[in-house]
């Protein structure tokens, strides 16, 4: 890191925020009138979708298309709609990250069929119903919001061991679900 602080990221968590869920709504509702049925599926995921969760006020939007890599079947409308192509990253999932510019909102856009779709929606739906893995990841992410970052993908990155963790509990309670209702 650099050795002058004034240049370092500091996380700023937000307590609850009973308005997410509407701002995401309002965020659904524009993509899907920008793009009509290319718009597989849009779902409000990161912390903002996990009600009782602090997070950094910013809505996550996970969006699902045909073909994250054919840009021009999607990018167009969304910049119509207000958001800009902010990353792309062809070797992790054909991910595409749009920021909007009118509010702090992130859309992550992948293939139909990517595996990271499923993942993400686990992670979310789990820490929705599991209190003590929700628990853990707030004291998680409250723990590095102390400490300063470079980039704020570090202190992404830094919460991966915990993601996994839960995860891998998750992915374990979703296999014993399933086995019990066959």
């Known amino acids: 890191m650099s050795d002058d602080p004034s240049r370092a990221v500091r996380v700023v968590l937000a307590d609850p925020d009973p308005a997410w869920p509407g701002r995401f709504a309002r965020e659904a509702e524009r993509i899907r009138s920008a793009l009509g049925g290319r718009a597989l599926q849009i779902e409000h995921v990161g912390s903002t979708a996990v009600p009782g969760l602090a997070a950094k006020p910013v809505i996550d939007v996970l969006l ?17 709609a207000g958001y800009v192509l902010h990353k792309r990253e062809p070797d992790w999932h054909q991910h595409r990250f749009f920021k909007a510019t009118d509010s702090d909102v992130h859309v992550h ?16 739906d789990h820490l929705r119903a599991d209190p003590a893995d929700r628990e853990l990841y707030l004291r998680t992410k409250r723990s590095l919001a102390q400490q300063p970052w470079r980039r704020t993908q570090e202190y992404a990155d830094a919460k991966s061991p915990v993601v996994q963790e839960i995860l891998a509990r998750a992915a374990a309670h979703d296999s014993a679900s399933d086995r019990h209702s066959s």
């Open 64 to 80: 699902v298309v045909s073909d994250a890599a054919d840009e021009p079947s999607y990018t167009p409308p969304l910049e119509a």
């Open 109 to 124: 856009v992948f293939s139909e069929g990517c595996p990271e779709v499923g993942r993400m929606l686990l992670f979310r």
